[in-house]
């Protein structure tokens, strides 16, 4: 049978892109249906514009730190959050142009389509009215901010990730929700003189980290002047005199609160874009919550049709999409059984930053008896010294034999130092060779290597050291 | 025979003390000796305080670039020197006094020992006017600032990286050398207000890294007002009216030149401690301008006799030294052979940051024909597209099997990032293995992986985009 594609890819987000651009690239005929905007979530709504407005708020938060490098102290004038976000828009305007223009996908050898697939049978879907049939076919749908079942949410027409860059301005914001995007974007606009409100369940923020990471980053968010409120519920949302008023109850106390801000930033779960692909018809299996359903080679219910990236995993990360894209285009092209990582970093962009990778000393799995771990402050890391930012540390996670199994990094440049350790887990690179390893001076990541050095020093045990009395001779 | 001590250690910079800590951690009875201060020139003179001038700098500079991400701009008022080489002070004091504080070295088992060493024999030193005897001897004396044959230099009392950070305060400084260090501390005078003039022989600044590495950090300094002086030498010092005049000579022009400045700083060179220590006596072979001559096991001509650090190797890294450390460290305790790793990354902390690792496209020893080039502009990077940073790049360098033999980082971390790759080259792990670890986005190093990336790519031959076409049916 003849189809009209090697390979249909739907969604032109990261996953997406990754495959369809990879096919082609080694002489497939492939098409990418993109219902909204080529480039997805990442660059419209998520990291790219995300880090643009971090980038600013660093700098606006410079001026701050003047005096404590012996600089005179200078007075940030009022921010203007509507120039910046104007600026946040260009950036993510530059990336699109850049890297999503539909004109050079097709020079790429990629058909494109936009618009809304929906699967007619298990190898073709159908888009504005057209039947498209494949051989081959890539779901890339992704995800989208989760609908909270809040009283009054809806009316008052909160923001999400989705629609505060594309907001005017501000004064006043109050986030529901204390994961990365409430942390980062909280930050951002806290520095940019918002003045911020964080709502959230737990008891310190970033709550799927290391609770010593989130209690540095807690405190960093107060110093910014942001107002968290820790163990609420949200009640209620409704407008009052044009401002919007969230009403919490906190755990341990009976009375309510009120919360009053300019807007609303819900920042809670992301849900999977499965609903109107008429998967039924394709036969391939999924669940409104947790999406679609893949084996570790990425191929649905469905052996001839693979779903890459948020709509197929609860790893929601850019690099994990294009990760799975790479997956099942190797699956797909080359008959190479790949299988996806487990080995997956992640990272938080507050200041300071917070990565990890693998377990944490919070994790079920975690076992003090059959794991070692080792600690270093950043008050022992001698470029945080001289960069006064002193509130981090290095947690390196191990077995007995010194291979890597988590970590958690928090300050510096820890989103880059996570990518070293990566490289160490995803090659059975030991701790001890990590150790071994020179690293540049006086770097964040020589810290990394200092801490790594402690296991060898667990391993200098009494017997060595009666070895090197008998090297020296033996004395008293 | 009965020593005085298992180890003894000359000099207490970042290699001594790697040895003589970590030897006496493992039991072994060790002394230390320090002619000047503890923690050696990186801590006083080097690494230290110029990162804690360059944090300075970089909060200073944060100012200028508010209005490239929509803030409003706010006008520097003038910096005060003085107050920021206190600050750096502070910081170094910090250093000191925590970690190279002679108790807490004591109670790690290290006896110290303050004063010049020289040897009487192979085995013994004196001190004070005391001999000390050591089973084994390892020499760290380190290097210092070289001595310029410049007429009339020594007379006007030069600032060298021993000096400058004890200056009160200058208006205007002229350097003498575009390296490392040329350049890191011009560059954050020049922000912090100075007027910078920097004199050197080449025709680009940093020119023992990848000429478009210079290029790049060229503009930069250009762009923060330093007046550079290529392919010029040298002639005269001499002070007229308070102020310190260098007479230049360009080597395409026939006239000469005068730059005035308040002071002038020396970063051209340094030259090994090797003189006062009566290596004759003990029959260690070495040369004034290469230090002392060792082995890959870091031994000297005398097999029970070690150095280490600067002293020893054209490698002048504090984290170099202390890799030598932890090498005579284990051939002298464990009689395991370890050698000397010549996998050693390099940093040059300027704005934009400049790394490199093994060989460069300019080397003798890279060959077209047996290595490929990978390169990657940061205009292609999202993280330095959303950092507003787009002026940087990565370059690996491999062998056809794809190991990593060289690799040049500018911009972002690249200090940071260069350890990734040292971590690859000291491991074997393929650029191809590089490029399948997953790398957190949006990083600096995601990029390094999307560079990394390009290997694979030069695979996909005709051969495999045949296999495609045969996977998928021919077609025409």
Chains 1, 2 share one sequence.
């Not at 197929?312 to 797909?332: C, D, E, Q, R, S």
Request: with cysteine; net charge neutral; glycine share 10%.
């Amino acid at each position: 049978m003849a189809y009209d594609y090697d390979i249909v890819v739907i969604g032109a987000g990261g996953g997406g892109l990754t495959a369809a651009i990879g096919a082609a690239g080694i002489g497939a005929r492939v098409i990418l249906i993109e219902g909204e905007k080529l480039g997805g979530d990442c660059t419209h709504y998520g990291c790219i514009p995300s880090k643009a407005l971090i980038k600013a708020a660093h700098i606006a938060h410079a001026s701050n730190e003047r005096e404590k490098v012996g600089l005179s102290s200078m007075s940030d004038t009022d921010c203007d959050v509507h120039a910046v976000l104007a600026h946040v828009r260009n950036v993510v305007a530059d990336i699109e142009n850049r890297f999503e223009d539909p004109e050079e996908i097709k020079r790429n050898g990629v058909d494109i389509e936009m618009g809304f697939a929906r699967f007619v049978n298990s190898h073709t879907v159908e888009v504005n009215g057209k039947n498209i049939s494949g051989k081959k076919i890539v779901i890339a749908t992704g995800a989208r901010p989760a609908d909270l079942p809040i009283k009054g949410l809806a009316s008052v027409n909160p923001k999400t990730n989705r629609t505060i860059f594309e907001a005017d301005t501000f004064k006043s914001l109050t986030i529901i929700g204390s994961g990365p995007i409430g942390c980062e974007l909280g930050q951002a606009f806290a520095r940019l003189g918002v003045a911020v409100n964080i709502i959230t369940r737990d008891e310190v923020v970033l709550g799927r980290d290391e609770k010593e990471a989130g209690e540095i980053v807690d405190r960093s968010l107060k110093s910014d002047g942001i107002n968290i409120f820790y163990k609420s519920e949200v009640r209620e949302v409704f407008v009052r005199d044009g401002k919007k008023v969230v009403t919490i109850k906190n755990d341990t106390e009976d009375k309510s609160q009120e919360i009053i801000a300019d807007e609303i930033l819900v920042a809670v779960g992301r849900q999977p874009n499965v609903e109107n692909l008429c998967l039924e018809k394709a036969g391939v299996e999924y669940d409104v919550r947790k999406g679609i359903q893949v084996n570790e080679k990425t191929q649905t219910t469905v052996t001839h049709i693979y779903a890459v990236g948020d709509v197929a995993t609860p790893w929601k990360f850019t690099h994990y999409a294009n990760h799975m894209g790479k997956v099942a285009l190797t699956n797909i092209i080359f008959h190479i059984p790949a299988k996806m990582s487990k080995v997956i970093p992640r990272a938080t962009f507050t200041a300071p930053e917070v990565a990890s990778i693998g377990i944490s000393t919070q994790d079920n799995v975690f076992d003090p008896k059959s794991h070692y771990v080792f600690d270093k402050g950043y008050d022992f890391v001698d470029r945080a010294i001289t960069d006064v930012a002193q509130e981090g540390f290095f947690r390196i996670i191990t077995n007995r034999k010194g291979l890597i199994v988590g970590a958690t990094i928090v300050g510096g440049p820890a989103g880059e130092m996570i990518n070293e350790i990566a490289l160490a887990m995803q090659n059975n690179i030991s701790i001890t060779k990590l150790s071994d390893t020179i690293h540049a001076y006086p770097t964040y990541s020589y810290g990394l290597r200092n801490c790594a050095d402690q296991f060898r020093a667990k391993s200098y045990s009494a017997r060595k050291k009666n070895l090197v009395k008998n090297i020296f001779g033996l004395r008293g």
